[in-house]
């Protein structure tokens, strides 16, 4: 026969296991408790103890089961459920079902907030935004939401994509609260992910002059949205003061090489942009060289990371690799096997995975400015074309174009979405309708250089004919031979803007006020690229780029054209 525990003696076991597991003895408690319940099979709380414990260490499969023999055992205490489905999602196990049965339970017990809270946090740990954003809304309409519940309903919101919707809540949380100014942070966080850098700049500043605390904690912040602002000498004192205080945090690390390098500082920018996010790092490259030592006679690995652009930025570095006297081996995504084969003869190229490759060490193209810098310093090798097509290749778009009658333009209208960056990314990017007012300029032939989604807005484009060749387009290679036929290329901040910088071609890039820290601030030249012409926004959408650009097209055309007449003209005196 069971022995039936009284209400003290299961308090007074249950005190001492929780003071047990308070001071992180795990094993001994676990070991008391399945003894305990071993002789006390009917002892709920001691299960629910048992689960609280597998959960604080991770072990979401006894766990689960633990809370499940509570539940069992008392099966109206829903906090236990609630603590059972988390370790179900945990696990993976039927996570439809269990979100369902917490959605069951947050409409049951609408009326608790505190019930509530507890099921919302535990599917924001199952990463279900959409199912609390509407969950939280549903349960507004019937009760008053507290401010933490609107707090996850704002965050959820930035979770679910809907970032202006989000930055809305936050705001008004912000101004109705109380203790609003606790919101700041969660808010100066959103209105950079919209882009809003200046109204983050105002709620961080006036942080500082009322909640200087506060405001220490929303540095980072501040220093991005400066940088944004075109302000990277005052986002340095930013970021500068954040690590003064917690010098070990890689991502402010990180960004303070944005400012650096935004600035032209580039030996100290080269070296804290080592320091980026493991998404941007190749983690299976073995033996990092950073020209730290001598590798003559070596074989080095060189590697891509990042976007197709910043590859195609640093294959720059590639020649200055001879004089190391290593062995170069470069592993580059398939789309730059060719173009980057036709440009360096004398190394080994292979595919992006190296993983069967012999080599002694390797390096990052994006590291490179930093360890070549002993042999060519800090300054940015603006030497082009460095990158140069096939002859035939060449020669095969040339017959593929018309026959050439005027002044031949490339056009790119937008650039890859990438979500993760935020509502703000999207203002890199226009539409083929937003470059009308380009295309509608007389005595050019406009070429599409445009794939993706976006090539498809040609065929509900009624406007002046632009010839796409794109479908003979394989990869780099065509590309660049492609651009080698034309005489200027307009492009948003794209791959094609790079390489037609890197092939030595006019190119004018449309970028937005915000650019990346490669363009640097107010500048309508760059090293990088001597051939380009850089036409900045304003704030928000690319609109007023593309109208300078139209302003400044017939200018660009009228010189072409005189200058192909006085070609003519010598050709005629030469026979």
């Not at 179900?88 to 608790?112: D, P, V, Y």
């Not at 092939?503 to 937005?512: A, D, Q, S």
């Amino acid at each position: 026969m069971t022995n039936i525990l009284t209400a003290k003696e299961i308090k007074k076991i249950g005190n001492k296991l929780k003071k047990a597991a308070e001071n992180n003895n795990y094993t001994k408690t676990i070991e008391e408790i399945k003894i305990n319940l071993r002789k006390h099979p009917d002892w709920a709380d001691g299960y629910a103890l048992l689960g609280d414990i597998y959960k604080n260490i991770t072990e979401y499969e006894d766990g689960y089961l633990a809370y499940s023999q509570a539940v069992e055992l008392e099966p109206t205490n829903i906090t236990w459920k609630i603590q059972k489905l988390f370790c179900k999602l945990e696990i993976g196990r039927e996570i439809n079902t269990a979100l369902n049965e917490l959605l069951i339970l947050f409409i049951q017990n609408a009326a608790n907030e505190d019930i509530c809270l507890k099921i919302a946090t535990v599917m924001v740990a199952a990463k279900s935004p959409k199912i609390i954003i509407a969950a939280i809304k549903w349960r507004a309409q019937n009760y008053h939401n507290s401010e933490i519940l609107t707090g996850i309903l704002a965050q959820q919101l930035l979770e679910a994509g809907l970032i202006s919707e989000g930055c809305e809540v936050y705001f008004q949380l912000f101004k109705s609260s109380r203790q609003g100014i606790v919101y700041a942070p969660s808010l100066s966080q959103a209105l950079i992910r919209i882009g809003a850098f200046q109204a983050c700049a105002d709620i961080i500043e006036a942080t500082q002059l009322q909640f200087p605390d506060i405001a220490l904690s929303m540095l980072n912040e501040y220093g991005i949205a400066l940088i944004a602002l075109n302000r990277s000498r005052e986002a340095q004192s930013a970021f500068r003061e954040y690590l003064r205080l917690r010098p070990d945090v890689r991502t402010v690390q990180y960004n303070l090489s944005h400012a650096l390098l935004k600035d032209g500082q580039y030996e100290e920018g080269w070296k804290l942009a080592e320091f980026a996010p493991a998404e941007f790092k190749q983690e299976d490259a073995k033996n990092p060289w950073k020209g730290d030592f001598p590798i003559k006679g070596k074989t080095l690995l060189i590697y891509g990371e990042q976007g197709l652009g910043d590859m195609l930025q640093f294959l720059r570095y590639i020649p200055y690799l001879k004089g190391l006297g290593a062995n170069i081996i470069l592993s580059i995504p398939e789309n730059l096997r060719r173009i980057s084969q036709s440009s360096f003869h004398t190394i080994k190229i292979i595919g992006e995975d190296f993983s069967n490759t012999d080599y002694d060490f390797s390096c990052s193209l994006l590291s490179l400015p930093l360890a070549l810098a002993p042999q060519i310093g800090y300054e940015i090798p603006s030497f082009t074309p460095y990158l140069t097509p096939s002859q035939n290749d060449i020669d095969k778009f040339a017959l593929i174009l018309k026959e050439k009658t005027k002044i031949r333009v490339g056009l790119v209208w937008s650039g890859e979405n990438r979500p993760r960056h935020g509502l703000n990314y999207r203002n890199r990017s226009a539409s083929l309708n937003m470059f009308s007012k380009i295309i509608n300029i007389e005595n050019i032939d406009f070429i599409n250089l445009q794939l993706g989604n976006p090539q498809k807005e040609l065929l509900e484009w009624h406007g002046k004919e632009i010839f796409d060749p794109m479908n003979n387009v394989a990869d780099m290679e065509d590309t660049a031979a492609l651009i080698f036929n034309l005489d200027l290329i307009i492009s948003v901040d794209t791959s094609v803007a790079h390489l037609a910088g890197a092939l030595g071609k006019p190119v004018w890039m449309i970028t937005r006020s915000d650019c990346c820290w490669r363009w640097l601030e107010d500048r309508e030249d760059t090293a990088w690229y001597p051939t380009m012409r850089i036409f900045r926004s304003q704030p928000g959408s690319l609109q007023h780029a593309i109208e300078l650009v139209a302003v400044s097209l017939p200018d660009f055309v009228n010189t072409w054209q005189q200058n192909s007449l006085s070609k003519g003209m010598s050709h005629e005196l030469r026979h």
